[in-house]
């Protein structure tokens, strides 16, 4: 059985403010990428983009930000045109202000994409960022050459009920409370999110700086707000996506982890949804797929856009 440890404060923690290590964007941009802001609706969203080809689409979850996908994304570019996303009011993009239900964050980012690619994509969410990725498809099917979702329920669909009232994340309810999680955490941003990462299955995945560097963004109160209402949202996207279930025709790939609450949630969830689905539990794995097991993530991924769909 995994043991919950208690995280303790780095000596050297990289906050913002006098004295900080942070590192600029600049400094901790991956070789080959570039950082850009671009207007969104009424937002200016953030996204990291390398590569060239067809655009692969990726969507970090909580608490994370792009970087979740560092270790992909550099072999990715090498076959594709990899474009990462911050999330409205996670990052450096600006909070939405139209709520952060999924289909309106999903409308944000369709807005993005067409301004700068207007092409089909090959769309990654990870965690919240799953729930964005099917908003998304649902809504712009014609717009999503494939899916792939990872280790995350998805509201609204089989089993939702079920993970609602036994909450196996009780992070799940917590973040649902209203103003409660925002007066508990703020100033302890550290303790608080890095517990997360240093209960991941693979805790060497991650390292100080890694969290460091997240807890950075979150430490913004305008980031951490934003990030519960993700969760607040929950409810809101469970009646959209219980109301509206197409039958999604292109090929989706749901991924778990092995050591994950979520294994093989997301892959039931789908069956009834998907006309082209595939499985797939990853192995020595927790939650945080991309950080835990990249090399895996990468030989799938890559194996699955590669294949011809009819």
Known sequence: MQQNTLPSRPDKAIFPGAGSTVQSAAQSMLDGFTSHVQKA????????????????????GWPATWRVWRKVMPELAKHYHV????????????????????????????????????????????????AVAYAYARQFPED???????????PGLKDWDTVREK??????????????????????????????YHNAYQKAAISE???????????????????????????????DNASNKPLLKMPILAIGGEHSAWKSILYEQLQDHAS??????????????????PEWVIEQLLQFFALSHT
């Open 41 to 60: 609706g009424a937002i200016n969203m953030h996204y990291v983009e390398g590569g060239s080809g067809k655009i692969v689409l990726l969507l970090h």
């Open 167 to 196: 909450w196996p994340r009780w992070h799940f309810a917590f973040h649902s409370l209203p103003n409660l999680p925002e007066q508990l955490v703020s100033g302890k941003e550290y303790i608080y999110l890095s517990w997360f």
């Open 276 to 293: 082209s689905l595939q499985g797939a539990v990853v192995p020595a794995c927790g939650h945080f797929i991309p950080e835990e097991q």
């Open 83 to 130: 474009v990462a996303i911050d999330l409205p009011g996670l990052g450096d993009s600006e909070p939405s202000q139209a709520g952060y239900d999924k289909a309106s964050i999903a409308q944000l980012i369709h807005t993005l994409l067409h301004a700068s690619w207007p092409q089909r994509i090959y769309l990654v969410g990870h965690d919240i960022g799953a």
């Open 209 to 239: 700086e890694d969290i460091s560097l997240y807890v950075a963004k979150y430490a913004n109160p305008s980031s951490l707000h934003a990030g519960f209402e993700y969760y607040r949202a929950f409810e809101r996207d469970a009646l």
């Open 144 to 154: 999503v050459e494939k899916l792939v979702v990872m280790d995350d329920p998805l």
